[in-house]
């Protein structure tokens, strides 16, 4: 492993912001507009309040238990044959959720920029690319994360600004869209688009000390959630909820509806350049997570070999649903509701049983 | 190993015998055959004994010989030879290997009759430069000196610079047949141990025949051969040089190279120029903004250009576009293959401009600007915008002028056009993004690349921008100085 402790509280911070913020720009928003309409903004806050408190358990535990990761830290607490159970079928929602995703960002390129290029080929070439960027390991994974992190975000704000002319705030109204239970419900259930902060903890002894990954993992998954909402708030104050309903990529369609300037009046590739290195970086990190976690329970020291097999896998069963329709909207959507109860519980689940041990006293 | 070993086996000591020790020499130097290697008999003043000296009679300085070794030993008179010769620096020598070594380097070396040592006199004067302007590494405000193919030289415009008893110039040999020295040059209280050990031991492990200069010692040091990254930063300037000494740097001289190199270096060095630091704050960071641009632009424009147009065009906006498309109405060629065409021209007159003989020297001007310019575009060989692209990345290409990273990004320049034409933006924007991976990956000598901004350390933040002079008080962390805080300006 390509780990010197070189990563401190900045790299982890871009690294989780990677990973979790390009949520708000990507199709997860029309998947919520469905059920909730113009109400869809408030989703990830639900999301968010019940998913948060799971999350801060876990990493209270992994500072407890010190010195382990997210499937050591399991193993440790449920014993070898339940524990490697658990850890398998994180590894098996990571995998699905990498797949499932992957297949979508591949779509939207595909339809945005190249929609007479097979999908096989445009696949082969975003994994392709991953794979290698996740080849390099994990510390450099954190500093071209952190390098590029300034340079992505002024393009996602510059973008807003840009935007801000055309939202309209009265269409927030009536502000719980289809009704509260709707929201409240939707917002239980798709609790595990936050999922990755979870699958991130296999890194969670990457950084130089464990301090500051917390710190890191903490403030920038506050600060991812923030920014989703931010981007549902305009999606809905933009396009109102007829529309957005029916809009499959509400942020690429707002870099179409934007101009900079009565010369520069299709400006969508400049923010599909950085929204590219954006997705690019977290897959590269999806890849090199999963990666880990292979590792981790089949104790393979050296995982990295193993990321070519995984990113060709990711491919052969990213490819297999027979269309990205059905691939948001059934598989997608069912595979974050069976996640969500799983990882809102697992951790008390744990907690209890640590504490029922008397792990927790030392 | 074994070669030197066996070398080394074949040298006798010094005999007694004055005889005996000619012999050894003479058999040596191919003596008669070998033109300039010359023995001059004479009988020593004071003592009344016969004595020999021998000499390159190219390296040594015949004026100095005469006034401080032979003169001398002819007419004055006193205890032992030390006394008597007049020279800067005698040195007594036992074995035969050390005496080659000697004279090699440009010493004589004496043997006196009944006497079971040598002595070797440094009177050596290779000839060399005088001191220039620097011709690559231009600067209009700032010191316009630069090294020359002198060690004593190079080490003097250093110490000029730098009054400091703590800063070290240590020696190392290397080669096995011809013996090179290499000087290190660091400060004793600021360098970090293990780098230091790292570099001597690095030039140590160099097992070759020889290293003839600073250029060959670059690449028998540098961790990845095949890198497109330098990891060896390569200068001509003296104050450059010294700047970094200042920081904790480590520096190379070699008496052959009119340049040093710099060590450990980040990816941020092979932008700067000494001159950013001498301009005043602003100036100073607008030419490192413009140098920014210029590299984004030189390494990403053709490619870009490609990937727009080819895949993006409704990007452009439609007055533009119109206008390029009707430029290339007539050119029977592919976008890319045109772009290609052009930056290949480009290399061409660059990579002639650099070969060709001074008095020829503008027939390229003119060759390159009528011929690849006008006439091709007026033979719809390729469009008129792509002229301007090729120029604009050529051009910029020009204000990276550190000769290394100029390679790298002409190189990787071809390598972002070809991922253009493949699939747009998307394999652009991959392609560059493992560049800036790959890069990122890549430590010199234990320093990461693109320190000190990630992986942060503490430093004067001299990344992309610099901070005002007075501000700056901490030398660079990620070398692990032994003395990180500055004296501080208030």
């Known amino acids: 492993m390509q780990n010197q402790g070189f990563l401190q509280t900045k790299e982890i911070f871009a690294i989780v912001l990677m990973l979790v913020a390009i949520k708000a720009a990507d199709s997860t928003p029309s998947l919520f507009a469905q059920k909730a309409q113009n109400g869809f903004w408030l989703i990830p806050i639900v999301s968010f309040v019940v998913i948060f408190p799971s999350?801060?358990?876990?990493?209270?535990?992994?500072?407890?238990?010190?010195?382990?990761?997210?499937?050591?830290?399991?193993?440790?607490?449920?014993?070898?044959?339940?524990?490697?159970?658990?850890?398998?079928?994180?590894?098996?929602?990571?995998?699905?959720?990498?797949?499932?995703?992957?297949?979508?960002?591949?779509?939207?390129?595909?339809?945005?920029?190249?929609?007479?290029?097979p999908t096989i080929f445009i696949f082969f070439i975003f994994i392709g690319v991953s794979f290698f960027g996740a080849k390099k390991g994990i510390e450099v994974i954190g500093y071209t994360s952190w390098i590029a992190l300034p340079i992505i975000k002024i393009s996602f704000f510059t973008l807003i600004w840009l935007v801000l002319g055309s939202m309209v705030y009265e269409r927030i109204f009536p502000i719980f869209g289809s009704g509260l239970p709707v929201i409240l419900s939707e917002g239980v259930k798709k609790a595990a688009i936050f999922a990755e902060l979870f699958f991130l903890l296999i890194a969670y002894k990457a950084a130089k000390e464990e301090a500051m990954f917390r710190k890191g993992a903490v403030v920038a998954s506050i600060i991812a959630f923030?920014?989703?909402?931010?981007?549902?708030?305009?999606?809905?104050?933009?396009?109102?909820?007829?529309?957005?309903?029916?809009i499959a990529f509400p942020f690429h369609d707002i870099?179409?509806?934007?101009?900079?300037?009565?010369?520069?009046?299709?400006?969508?590739?400049?923010?599909?350049?950085f929204w590219l290195f954006a997705a690019y970086l977290k897959f590269i990190v999806f890849l090199y997570l999963i990666a880990w976690m292979f590792g981790t329970i089949f104790h393979i020291k050296n995982f990295e070999p193993l990321l070519l097999p995984l990113a060709y896998l990711v491919i052969i069963a990213g490819l297999l649903p027979f269309n990205s329709i059905y691939n948001e909207f059934v598989l997608r959507e069912n595979l974050l509701m069976i996640m969500s109860p799983f990882f809102i519980l697992l951790p008390f689940m744990l907690w209890f049983i640590a504490l029922w041990k008397g792990e927790l006293k030392r | 190993m074994r070669r030197s070993r066996m070398l080394k086996k074949e040298s006798p000591n010094v005999s007694r015998h004055l005889n005996e020790n000619v012999r050894t020499m003479k058999e040596q130097f191919s003596y008669g055959l070998?033109?300039?290697?010359?023995?001059?008999?004479?009988?020593?003043?004071?003592?009344?004994?016969?004595?020999?000296?021998?000499?390159?009679?190219s390296t040594v300085n015949g004026e100095q010989m005469n006034l401080?070794?032979?003169?001398?030993?002819?007419?004055?008179?006193?205890?032992?030879?030390?006394?008597?010769?007049?020279?800067?620096?005698?040195?007594?020598?036992?074995?035969?290997?050390?005496?080659?070594?000697?004279?090699?380097?440009?010493?004589?070396?004496?043997?006196?009759?009944?006497?079971?040592?040598?002595y070797g006199m440094d009177i050596a004067s290779f000839e060399?430069?005088?001191?220039?302007?620097?011709?690559?590494?231009?600067?209009?405000?700032?010191?316009?000196?630069?090294?020359?193919?002198?060690?004593?030289?190079?080490?003097s415009l250093i110490r000029k610079q730098l009054h400091q008893s703590q800063l070290i110039n240590e020696g190392i040999q290397v080669g096995e047949r011809s013996k090179n020295e290499v000087n290190i040059l660091y400060n004793k209280d600021l360098v970090n141990p293990d780098i230091l050990e790292n570099v001597r031991q690095r030039i140590k492990d160099i097992n070759v025949d020889t290293v003839r200069n600073i250029e060959l010692l670059e690449q028998y040091l540098e961790e990845r051969p095949y890198s497109l990254i330098p990891t060896i930063l390569y200068t001509e300037k003296p104050d450059k040089a010294t700047s970094y000494l200042e920081d904790g740097f480590i520096i190379l001289l070699m008496d052959t190279s009119a340049a040093a190199l710099i060590v450990p270096v980040n990816f941020w060095c092979f932008f700067h120029t000494p001159e950013d630091r001498y301009l005043r704050f602003l100036y100073g960071n607008f030419s490192r903004a413009i140098r920014l641009l210029c590299f984004f632009l030189s390494s990403l424009i053709?490619?870009?250009?490609?990937?727009?147009?080819?895949?993006?065009?409704?990007?452009?906006?439609?007055?533009?576009?119109?206008?390029?498309?009707?430029?290339?109405?007539?050119?029977?060629?592919?976008?890319?293959?045109?772009?290609?065409?052009?930056?290949?021209?480009?290399?061409?007159?660059?990579?002639?401009?650099?070969?060709?003989?001074?008095?020829?020297?503008?027939?390229?001007?003119?060759?390159?600007?009528?011929?690849?310019?006008?006439?091709?575009?007026?033979?719809?060989?390729?469009?008129?915008?792509?002229?301007?692209?090729?120029?604009?990345?050529?051009?910029?290409?020009?204000?990276?002028?550190?000769?290394?990273?100029?390679?790298?990004?002409?190189?990787?320049r071809f390598i972002f056009i070809?991922?253009?034409?493949?699939?747009?933006?998307?394999?652009?924007?991959?392609?560059?993004?493992?560049?800036?991976?790959?890069?990122?990956?890549?430590?010199?000598?234990?320093?990461?690349?693109?320190?000190p901004m990630s992986p942060h350390f503490l430093s004067p933040n001299d990344t992309i921008f610099r901070k005002v002079i007075r501000r700056e008080w901490l030398r660079p962390n990620y070398l692990k100085p032994k003395d990180l805080v500055k004296k501080r300006h208030r």
Do not use: C
Request: aromatic share 14%.
């Open chain 1, 55 to 117: 999350f801060l358990l876990m990493i209270y535990l992994l500072k407890r238990f010190r010195d382990k990761n997210l499937m050591e830290l399991i193993e440790s607490i449920l014993g070898k044959t339940i524990g490697k159970l658990i850890s398998i079928i994180i590894f098996l929602f990571a995998f699905s959720t990498l797949t499932l995703d992957s297949r979508n960002y591949v779509e939207q390129i595909k339809v945005l920029y190249f929609p007479e290029s």
């Open chain 2, 68 to 118: 401080h070794i032979i003169k001398p030993l002819l007419e004055n008179e006193g205890k032992d030879i030390t006394d008597i010769v007049s020279v800067n620096n005698i040195q007594a020598l036992t074995d035969f290997e050390t005496i080659k070594e000697y004279i090699n380097s440009g010493k004589a070396v004496l043997f006196v009759d009944h006497d079971s040592q040598a």
């Open chain 1, 255 to 273: 870099a179409q509806y934007v101009q900079f300037g009565q010369f520069f009046t299709n400006i969508e590739t400049l923010f599909m350049v």
């Open chain 2, 128 to 155: 060399h430069r005088n001191i220039f302007k620097a011709e690559n590494e231009n600067v209009i405000k700032g010191p316009q000196d630069a090294f020359t193919e002198s060690l004593n030289a190079n080490i």
């Open chain 1, 226 to 246: 923030l920014e989703i909402i931010a981007f549902y708030f305009i999606y809905i104050t933009v396009f109102d909820y007829n529309s957005v309903e029916k």
């Open chain 2, 302 to 412: 053709s490619a870009i250009y490609v990937a727009v147009s080819n895949f993006h065009s409704e990007m452009i906006p439609p007055d533009l576009l119109l206008a390029i498309t009707a430029s290339r109405e007539r050119v029977p060629f592919p976008l890319i293959f045109e772009v290609i065409i052009m930056e290949v021209a480009f290399e061409l007159i660059r990579e002639a401009g650099v070969r060709i003989p001074n008095p020829l020297g503008p027939t390229i001007g003119i060759v390159g600007a009528l011929i690849l310019g006008q006439a091709a575009v007026e033979a719809n060989i390729i469009s008129p915008i792509i002229v301007i692209i090729a120029a604009v990345s050529g051009l910029s290409s020009f204000a990276l002028s550190e000769i290394n990273i100029n390679f790298t990004i002409r190189i990787s």
């Open chain 2, 418 to 451: 070809f991922a253009a034409g493949f699939f747009g933006m998307l394999s652009l924007v991959g392609a560059f993004l493992l560049f800036v991976m790959y890069t990122a990956s890549i430590k010199s000598f234990g320093v990461p690349y693109f320190s």
């Open chain 2, 34 to 57: 070998n033109k300039d290697f010359s023995m001059r008999s004479l009988t020593i003043a004071f003592n009344q004994k016969q004595g020999r000296m021998f000499y390159y009679s």
